[in-house]
């Protein structure tokens, strides 16, 4: 993960209402995302999730899509977005998505009971998109075959592990003193 990593040790921080947020390709589309790093990452997904047998690749709109439609393309498993907007359609579920820095209504659609889904995500931080996320597929009867996160901010609480979910990564991360530190280079398995 030698892209990823160093992308990481360079990203720059901000701070937003007190949460120290890095700035990253990845989580947040600026600065430009090469493709090489791109692919990289998707490869190591491929590697390192549960893909047999799965149905569905579900993503949180909007910073897991581009990482998502790269390993739907590679896998030809289907893609579904979690939307922040409602449409209304048949089946359509909502969720209440709680971060480290905001609060959002979110909406299932195209998943339906006895589906089997991989979660993918670009960051778990707090792990509150992702728990609504799994909560909303538990309601509706999905089976969560795994969870895959790119990058892990460590240093906070995991409202996904709280729920009994457990996210794969590619990298933990945390941020100390205005720079990216890495804690674990290969991630959680």
Same mark, same amino acid.
């Given at each position: 993960?030698?892209?990823?990593?160093?992308?990481?040790?360079?990203?720059?921080i901000?701070?937003k209402?007190?949460?120290?947020?890095?700035?990253h390709?990845?989580?947040?589309?600026?600065?430009?995302?090469?493709?090489?790093?791109?692919?990289?990452?998707?490869?190591?997904?491929?590697?390192?999730?549960?893909?047999?047998?799965?149905?569905?690749i579900?993503?949180?709109?909007?910073?897991?899509?581009?990482?998502?439609t790269?390993?739907?393309?590679?896998?030809?498993?289907?893609?579904?977005?979690?939307?922040?907007?409602?449409?209304?359609?048949?089946?359509?579920?909502?969720?209440?998505?709680?971060? $480290? #820095?905001?609060?959002?209504?979110?909406?299932?659609? %195209? &998943?339906?009971? @006895?589906?089997? =889904?991989? +979660?993918?995500?670009d960051?778990?931080?707090?792990?509150?998109?992702?728990?609504?996320?799994?909560?909303?597929?538990e309601d509706?009867?999905?089976?969560?075959?795994?969870?895959?996160?790119?990058?892990?901010?460590?240093?906070?609480?995991?409202?996904?592990?709280?729920? $009994? #979910?457990?996210?794969?990564t590619?990298?933990?991360? %945390? &941020?100390?003193? @205005?720079?990216? =530190?890495? +804690?674990?280079d290969?991630?959680?398995d």
């Amino acid at each position: 993960m030698d892209q990823l990593k160093q992308s990481l040790l360079d990203a720059p921080i901000i701070e937003k209402d007190g949460y120290h947020y890095f700035v990253h390709p990845i989580s947040d589309g600026v600065p430009m995302l090469r493709p090489e790093l791109l692919r990289e990452i998707v490869i190591k997904i491929i590697r390192k999730a549960e893909l047999e047998d799965v149905d569905k690749i579900v993503t949180p709109a909007a910073m897991g899509i581009h990482i998502s439609t790269a390993v739907s393309l590679m896998t030809d498993i289907p893609l579904v977005v979690v939307r922040k907007r409602q449409y209304g359609l048949d089946g359509e579920v909502s969720l209440s998505q709680v971060t $480290g #820095y905001s609060e959002n209504e979110m909406y299932v659609n %195209d &998943v339906y009971e @006895g589906d089997r =889904v991989l +979660v993918l995500d670009d960051v778990l931080s707090t792990g509150g998109t992702l728990a609504a996320l799994t909560g909303a597929l538990e309601d509706i009867g999905a089976d969560i075959c795994d969870i895959v996160c790119v990058i892990k901010k460590e240093g906070g609480e995991n409202k996904l592990a709280d729920d $009994g #979910y457990h996210a794969k990564t590619l990298i933990n991360v %945390d &941020v100390v003193d @205005g720079e990216v =530190v890495v +804690v674990d280079d290969y991630g959680d398995d």
